[in-house]
Nanobody, 118 residues
Framework: QVQLVESGGGLVQPGGSLRLSCAAS????????MGWYRQAPGKERDLVAL???????KYGDSVKGRFTISRLYAKNTLYLQMNSLKPEDTAVYFC????????????WGQGTLVTVSS
């Protein structure tokens, strides 16, 4: 099992920045993809950003150019740097990990709330 714990959410004004962190623990070998998804009230969970072991990245259209995903292997930690935040970025942000050990398993964190408001 893989445990994912997010941190760094909070209230920020429009145009501001936040950095989210996700600490992975447990049986973390075989994790090939990690990422962030978000879910706003009344909406579906959407992709924010993904990063693979090969450091290939993918971003949702609404965050391209503003958000940056990175992974620090030495600390088993995933980051999401969010700049130029907008009110529509308000959501619960979930950390995600995909692991391959003969079969594919997916894991989710409990989420951290980001509120962008003046």
């Amino acid at each position: 099992q893989v445990q994912l714990v997010e941190s760094g959410g909070g209230l920020v004004q429009p145009g501001g920045s936040l950095r989210l962190s996700c600490a992975a623990s447990g049986s973390i070998s075989g994790i090939n993809t990690m990422g962030w998804y978000r879910q706003a009230p009344g909406k579906e969970r959407d992709l924010v950003a993904l990063i693979t072991t090969g450091i290939s990245t993918k971003y949702g259209d609404s965050v391209k150019g503003r958000f940056t995903i990175s992974r620090l292997y030495a600390k088993n930690t995933l980051y999401l740097q969010m700049n130029s935040l907008k009110p529509e970025d308000t959501a619960v942000y979930f950390c995600y990990a995909q692991q391959f050990q003969g079969s594919i398993s997916e894991f989710w964190g409990q989420g951290t709330l980001v509120t962008v408001s003046s």
